[in-house]
């Protein structure tokens, strides 16, 4: 039986090795959460948007494929050609919370999993 914490461990596991080893990954893994502790996630997310870090906006397309997974569904599965800030405006502030507490304890597994040093 696979619980949350599992979940979690496997998606940040993926989005790790699959585009962000590296400074980029290991960078952005260190930075993210205080930025969305401090500000929130929308505004986290307007600042990578508003930037176009091309390594933060794959790295926040993650965290939406997570939030829509099945096992996890915080989000609308079907809801897939808006980006993430997009969907978190329209949503109610219930919704926000919970996908920022979702996304906060899925980059504390993908912080672990992010290699820092060269590319």
């Known amino acids: 039986m696979k619980n949350l914490n599992i979940i979690r461990a496997k998606s940040a596991f993926s989005a790790a090795q699959d585009t962000y080893c590296g400074k980029n990954g290991g960078e952005l893994a ?28 794959k790295l926040y397309e993650k965290i939406k494929e997570y939030l829509q997974s099945k096992d996890v569904a915080v989000l609308d599965p079907n809801d897939k050609k808006r980006s993430l800030l997009e969907i978190m405006l329209d949503s109610d502030s219930r919704k926000v919370a ?11 597994f993908f912080r672990r999993f992010a290699k820092k040093g060269g590319e």
């Not at 930075?31 to 986290?44: C, D, E, T």
């Not at 919970?98 to 504390?108: D, H, Q």
């Open 30 to 57: 260190k930075k993210l959460p205080p930025r969305i502790m401090n500000s929130g996630l929308i505004q986290a997310l307007a600042f990578a948007s508003a930037s176009e870090n091309e390594n933060e906006i």
């Open 98 to 108: 919970l996908a920022t507490r979702e996304t906060l304890a899925w980059l504390s």
